[in-house]
């Protein structure tokens, strides 16, 4: 399944669009094909999308689910990412009013939601409740085979959570094709999943099968690409992330991309969780990575430095100082393309 194509789809955001957890609704107002026509967030209703995130879109802004039936949508899609991946409690009555107006629902966050009778009472003929976050069936533990695969497997890495490795594998996977790479992009989050029609949600996998089902996609995918971008997910740094390491050892990289938020001295929401300086935690990762030697040595061939917050000058000297500290090419490949890091890639 993917986000549908061919109907009207609303974002519900409250809170999402200036705050902290609204990734996965703008992550697919900046990517997704899909009809979005409105987005939800109480905070800024008839604000404009663009000035407040420089997303080039132009989607109205309103309250509410009622206030948003003004656009006809047929979908509604729960566009924020909280910590924990619960479902807030004043989303409830908005959830409730989508299905009662006729909406299906997709759902990334963890609470699933096709399974309780109140909300399958509201469905009529023809709606139905994506829970996207799934283990998927038939899984085991990871065997370190798809080091065995032909292609590239370049996998995004953090600093922190948040903070762009879904963005960078997007614009190295279409920047791939743009060369005329047969190329793959592998989600492995609820966004990808929304976007791509196919991947895996990893954080739904129990950890003992979390590596083993990396390397079942990944190996779904390898002999028919070139080159596979993995979608990253967590970060080695986080004290919650459990998601980073089986990414890896399920991968079996070829290449490491480092994406990092220009200034950032410490994990979000966790300061006193310091960020040390990037060339450590390039060495961690590639450490990491060929576990001592035990697999193959990985590199870290580049920096994706999420820029968002700085404007244009700020950014291009954030670039210039990351070169500069790492040695490595850099940039923001959101703002300015990613074509600095797919050279590195396949210089490597």
Known sequence: MRLPLNQRVAILLHEGISGAHGKTGLALLRYSEAQIVVAIDRECPGRSLSELTGIKRDVPIVASVAAALEYKPEVLVIGIAPQGGAIPDDYWLEIKTALDAGMSLVNGLHTPLANIPELNALLKPGQLIWDVRKEPANLGVATGMARTLPCRRVLTVGTDMAIGKMSTSLELHWASRLRGWRSKFVATGQTGVMLEGDGLALDAVRVDFAAGAVEQT???YGKNYDILHIEGQGSLLH???????PLIRGSQPTQLVLVH????????????????????VIGLYETVASAGGAFSYVPVVGIALNTAHLDEFAAQEAIAQTIVETGLPCTDVVRFGAGVLLDAVMKN
């Open 239 to 245: 004290p919650g992330s459990t998601a980073t390491l």
């Open 261 to 280: 938020r220009a200034g950032q001295n410490h994990v979000r929401n966790y300061p006193h969780v310091a960020i040390p300086p990037l060339s450590k």
């Open 218 to 220: 990944v190996t779904r």
